[in-house]
């Protein structure tokens, strides 16, 4: 009989309200690693671009619909890398954080010849939150820039603080230990690379120049174009002639793409076929600690083929 009195007493008590960690969506691989380090132990981030798969034409799930306009929150890099998720925005009431627009968020254009064969329409921008400045030509593979990931996890911390303000702190001093970590990784990967400085290479697609301008890497061209578009026959003939030349140590394929082509302009040149590289990390482990694998994985790729 107490038991019983007890147990009504307790429920006749008001209920505390437990604070509610945002139901957050990312793009890709690297984007849901950072912010997977700021959420820490509260909770997982979504993320859609599934292994294997090509960032730029990527097609999603109802599943993966759904879960976009459950969100509170969409961290993202942009329309420019992945028009797919602009489009699925249109009809979703969360909140859109694309890190590319930060106004601290460190840009730079494609070298001359390897943006996109033609700019996004405006729509694509559609629910991608307002901007201030134009990014036409601009590339979206910003988090090659480790400076940038150190911004973005504090831009993440402070999204997720006022969705769940009870839990600022920890998202605080998450983003600061990720930044630590950055800086750590950023450290020994400058060391790793010195040797490698003034030995030029071409890529797959142009989805490393800011890692090549961050680490003052000689990346001389590539055989796509930043949306990894199929070339045309005048970029093939181009290319082909510059490794006739001799003029590259180097030439780097990537996971996500047949390898067929760039091995047969290859074919009676001095250049080196390197190990193929992944700029995005879909063939990686998810996870925390998927961004870190994904600048090391390059780093090590680079370094293998030009050093020998």
């Known amino acids: 009989m107490m038991r019983y009195i007890?147990?009504?007493?307790?429920?006749?008590?008001?209920?505390?309200?437990?604070?509610?960690?945002?139901?957050?969506?990312?793009d890709i691989p690297p984007v849901h690693?950072?912010?997977?380090?700021?959420?820490?132990?509260?909770?997982t981030p979504a993320l859609l671009l599934e292994k294997g798969a090509d960032e730029h034409d990527f097609q999603l799930r109802p599943s993966q619909m759904q879960s976009i306009a459950d969100a509170d929150t969409v961290i993202w890099i942009g329309p420019e890398l992945t028009p797919w998720l602009s489009r699925a925005m249109t009809d979703s009431e969360a909140v859109s954080l694309p890190l590319l627009y930060a106004k601290a968020t460190q840009t730079q254009a494609y070298p001359d010849g390897q943006g996109e064969e033609e700019p996004h329409?405006?729509?694509?921008?559609a629910n991608s939150t307002e901007h201030t400045h134009a990014h036409d030509g601009t590339?979206?593979?910003?988090?090659?820039?480790?400076?940038?990931?150190?911004?973005?996890?504090?831009?993440i911390a402070a999204d997720l603080a006022t969705l769940d303000p009870d839990h600022a702190t920890t998202y605080t001093a998450n983003a600061a230990a990720a930044k630590a970590r950055i800086t750590t990784m950023d450290a020994e990967i400058t060391a790793q690379l010195t040797d490698i400085k003034h030995k030029p290479f071409v890529t797959f697609h142009a989805a490393y120049g800011y890692f090549a301008s961050h680490y003052g890497l000689q990346h001389h061209g590539s055989l796509a174009l930043g949306d990894a578009t199929t070339p045309g026959a005048a970029k093939l003939t181009e290319l082909q002639g510059q490794l006739k030349s001799g003029q590259y140590a180097c030439a780097f394929p990537e996971v996500q793409h047949?390898?067929?082509?760039?091995?047969?302009?290859?074919?009676?040149?001095?250049?080196?076929?390197g190990a193929p590289l992944d700029p995005v990390g879909s063939s990686l482990a998810f996870g925390p600690d998927a961004y870190d694998t994904l600048m090391r994985s390059i780093a090590n790729a680079l370094t293998a083929c030009l050093n020998g």
């Open 6 to 26: 007890i147990s009504l007493a307790l429920s006749s008590l008001p209920t505390l309200a437990l604070a509610e960690v945002p139901n957050v969506v990312t």
């Open 33 to 43: 690693a950072l912010v997977s380090q700021v959420m820490g132990d509260l909770g």
């Open 121 to 125: 329409d405006d729509a694509d921008h």
């Open 139 to 155: 590339d979206p593979h910003a988090w090659m820039n480790p400076a940038n990931a150190a911004i973005w996890v504090d831009l």
């Open 258 to 273: 047949d390898p067929a082509m760039l091995t047969q302009l290859m074919q009676g040149t001095a250049t080196k076929l």
